[in-house]
């Protein structure tokens, strides 16, 4: 069975850019959530959706947000790029349903640079 | 309000100690959902255990064994006779069942580094 595929692995992006990363979730999973890692706030929950619909979603300002298509895969989109957005970006699958354990499955994450 | 505290932010052992992870938590639910993972380098957080808040057994799984003790909001984790291939970043979680899953809440990590 594949993994969780995120891409791209590493990017570079200047300040007031905007960013899109793609998350493949495992087949046959219909949850993806997305978090934040820095050294500083360590690994912080974004958002989580499920059959197209955000379900959860975390303390980040309206310039982080995301979707999912119908196959299950998902985007998030950072807009105006900060310094601070720098970070690894994971993305995590599960299968979504009730009653949900909460194990989730990480990929290897998108590494963001912001300059 | 929900919180995962690993006060030990390093721990260095050399192989074949043992070493115990601490993790305590707090939440305000009665059905919840602990976790610990793991991140090798290479920045895959890889699942290592699932306990819920209503099976307080312990459970021992090879050299790695956790001791879940509600009454002090603690799910330590040990490794016995630790290998430098056990060297990672180790995250314990909380999920609450309230948030259907997808939202976990992570301590800050314990970097075990394990030396020959």
């Known amino acids: 069975k594949a993994g969780v595929t995120q891409t791209p692995r590493y990017l570079i992006k200047t300040r007031g850019q905007q960013v899109t990363l793609s998350c493949s979730p495992i087949s046959g999973h219909r949850s993806v959530s997305w978090y934040q890692q820095t050294p500083g706030q360590g690994l912080q929950f974004l958002f989580e959706y499920f059959s197209e619909t955000q379900r959860n979603k975390g303390n980040f300002p309206g310039r982080f947000s995301g979707r999912q298509f119908s196959n299950s895969r998902s985007e998030m989109n950072v807009s105006t790029l900060e310094l601070g957005d720098s970070a690894l970006y994971l993305c995590?699958?599960?299968?979504?349903?009730?009653?949900?354990?909460?194990?989730?499955?990480f990929g290897e994450g998108s590494r963001l640079t912001v300059l | 309000a929900q919180k995962v505290t690993q006060a030990q932010t390093e721990i260095s052992v050399v192989e074949k100690e043992d070493v115990t992870l601490d993790c305590v938590y707090e939440?305000?639910?009665?059905?919840?959902?602990l976790f610990w993972y793991k991140q090798p380098p290479s920045g895959e957080l890889v699942f290592l255990i699932r306990?819920?808040?209503?099976?307080?057994q312990n459970e021992i799984s090879g050299r790695y064994s956790w001791n879940f003790q509600k009454s002090t909001s603690s799910f330590n984790f040990t490794i016995t006779a630790s290998q430098v291939v056990d060297s990672a970043v180790y995250f314990c979680a909380l999920s609450e069942a309230r948030n259907q899953g997808g939202k976990l809440i992570f301590g800050q990590g314990t970097e075990l580094s394990v030396k020959p």
């Open positions: 939440t305000r639910d009665t059905t919840y959902y």
């Open positions: 306990r819920n808040s209503f099976d307080e």
């Open positions: 995590a699958s599960s299968p979504g349903n009730r009653p949900n354990t909460g194990e989730l499955f």
